[in-house]
């Protein structure tokens, strides 16, 4: 069984900058990626990343989210930049293998 466990997160000003990071032990997992979920919201997709690197976002994160994956080590990193208030919600950590893993969420919030 497949355990992913997240790192970072936490409070920031508008315009503010966050790095998440998740590490998952077990198997290689093909893809890996960050969903949130925003309170009353449903899940919803962030960004993605397969083991080829080839990667995929959501159209409202382009240009200020970055994912990047280590293959070697099993971690999945999202850096998030010019963070907005509509980002505030809890991230969880994803992966396949194609069978689903989900990590535990952590709290980012965006706030003045």
């Known amino acids: 069984q497949v355990q992913l466990v997240e790192s970072g997160g936490g409070l920031v000003q508008p315009g503010g900058s966050l790095r998440l990071s998740c590490a998952a032990s077990g198997t290689r997992l093909f893809v890996m990626g960050w969903y949130r979920q925003a309170p009353g919201k449903q899940r919803e997709m962030v960004a993605t990343?397969?083991?080829?690197?080839?990667?995929n976002y959501r159209d409202s994160v382009k240009g200020r989210f970055t994912i990047s994956r280590d293959n070697a080590l099993n971690t999945v990193t999202l850096q998030m930049n010019s963070l907005k208030p509509e980002d505030t919600a809890v991230y969880y950590c994803?992966?396949?293998?194609?069978?689903?893993?989900w990590g535990q969420g952590t709290q980012v919030t965006v706030s003045s």
């Open positions: 990343v397969n083991l080829h690197r080839t990667t």
């Open positions: 994803y992966g396949s293998t194609p069978g689903q893993s």
